[in-house]
């Protein structure tokens, strides 16, 4: 007797499909299409208009400027530019998982780039030694800032705002009244302004590629073997096959040599993007196969259910805010060496709304309970087209800020609208 009862839940953490939520039968390549059609219209539309926007604006403005855009110059830029952002996006998730929000992450990452920055000039401390002070640093403000929020019980808001406008002066204090601090540091600096050896390159991809298809198989072997619902074959190699065109097609444009002069040669993948890429799978494990990470979406889900279930709440919410902050170290780092130099502004400006906006844009939701890390790429990605494909065609500053700001009003109206469609669907 064939059922269609399931021994597993067809949903990952983050509302996000699990990738068999419409098995009904062996290998039923049909049936799954057939589910996330329907998943689509029941209002879950995940990543989907993250990746539209990618497509539609790459079409767009491949069209306005053809001989610029794609070119391997200019992608190179456009993902060195999305890097700080996609990074502090990524810790951002976390926090609007819980369906919280932290406006002085941008700042944290200014104030940490700071503090790197004036240990090497003023001090001459290692590398090492910059990076672990700015990291610790993040993780400091983060731990604070969970305290507040979560065993003192003040708002979220009210805290990351305060915190806002004090660690600004803080930046202040540290580099001086109209100061900057140049990075010298090669091994810092080499993060946007190095690159991978060509050949090294293609070692990493082809790394990438078999490790996500070995992920990938041994998950669905391990389903079939227990019983359990897993997506088609068919779907699992498709998605492997996606992947690899994907990592291919960029590590070959990155691998391309991009020198405007012929007397230089100028090819390879930026440092920075492995880094991204290593965080995304670190804790992408982490937001969907670890403890933690389950409870992160419980809380954001219902918190007090959470925390009859035996959750503690308090810890969940501390350890998110520190995850975030030394996020925000990270982007701060990243962000210095593309600059080579901090300056008191660094991190404040539109940081943190480009990052909220990446993080929304890309799918997660900003009432909490769901969203993946990937989203932060994805809507990194969308911010860094639309900022780079107006500065192409030299739009004028005030249409960047109104298109980018139209494109986040989409995308929380999108969010609010398929989530009172998911309430309003059939259960």
């Given at each position: 007797m064939t059922s269609n009862t399931v021994s597993a839940s067809t949903v990952e953490p983050g509302g996000a499909p699990s990738g068999f939520e419409a098995d009904k039968g062996p290998d039923s390549v049909g049936a799954a299409v057939r589910g996330y059609v329907d998943k689509i219209r029941g209002g879950d539309l995940g990543a989907l208009p993250a990746v539209l926007g990618i497509v539609v604006l790459t079409v767009l403005f491949y069209a306005l400027r053809p001989e610029t855009f794609l070119t391997p110059l200019n992608l190179t830029n456009l993902l060195v530019q999305a890097a700080p952002i996609t990074l502090l996006a990524m810790g951002l998730v976390f926090v609007l998982l819980l369906g919280d929000i932290d406006l002085s992450a941008g700042v944290v990452s200014g104030v940490c780039a700071a503090v790197s920055a004036q240990l090497l000039a003023e001090q001459g401390v290692s590398w090492w030694v910059a990076i672990l002070a700015a990291l610790i640093t993040g993780l400091v403000i983060g731990?604070?800032?969970?305290?507040?929020?979560?065993?003192i019980g003040i708002p979220s808001f009210v805290v990351t705002l305060a915190l806002f406008l004090g660690l600004q002066g803080v930046t202040l204090r540290i580099i001086g009244q109209g100061g900057t601090v140049p990075i010298r540091e090669p091994?810092?600096?080499?993060?946007?302004?190095?690159?991978?050896?060509?050949?090294?390159?293609?070692?990493?991809?082809?790394v990438v590629v078999l490790l996500y298809a070995a992920l990938q198989l041994n998950r669905w072997r391990v389903q079939r073997a227990r019983g359990l619902a897993s997506a088609p074959l068919g779907i699992v190699i498709a998605r492997i096959a996606v992947i690899a065109v994907v990592t291919v097609v960029i590590t070959a444009i990155l691998s391309a040599d991009r020198a405007l002069s012929a007397a230089v040669e100028l090819k390879g993948i930026p440092y920075a993007i492995p880094v991204v890429v290593v965080l995304l799978l670190v804790l992408t494990f982490v937001a969907g196969r670890t403890t933690f990470g389950r409870h992160v979406y419980a809380v954001g889900g219902n918190s007090e259910a959470a925390r009859r279930a035996g959750i503690n709440v308090t810890r969940i919410r501390i350890l998110v805010f520190g995850l975030s902050s030394t996020m925000a170290a990270v982007?701060?780092?990243v962000a210095a060496a593309r600059l080579s130099s901090?300056?008191?502004?660094?991190?404040?400006?539109?940081?943190?709304?480009?990052?909220?906006?990446?993080?929304?844009?890309?799918?997660?939701?900003?009432?909490?309970?769901?969203?993946?890390?990937?989203?932060a790429v994805l809507g990194g990605l969308v911010i860094a087209i639309i900022a780079n494909g107006l500065g192409l065609l030299q739009v004028s500053a005030y249409l960047n800020f109104i298109i980018t700001g139209g494109v986040l009003l989409l995308a929380a109206t999108v969010d609010a609208l398929a989530r009172r469609r998911a309430a309003a669907a059939p259960r």
């Open positions: 731990l604070v800032t969970g305290t507040l929020v979560g065993l091994v810092i600096r080499g993060l946007t302004n190095e690159y991978v050896p060509v050949t090294g390159g293609w070692i990493l991809a082809a982007s701060g780092l901090v300056t008191p502004g660094s991190g404040g400006g539109n940081t943190l709304l480009y990052a909220v906006g990446a993080a929304v844009i890309g799918g997660t939701s900003l009432f909490g309970g769901r969203g993946r890390v990937r989203d």
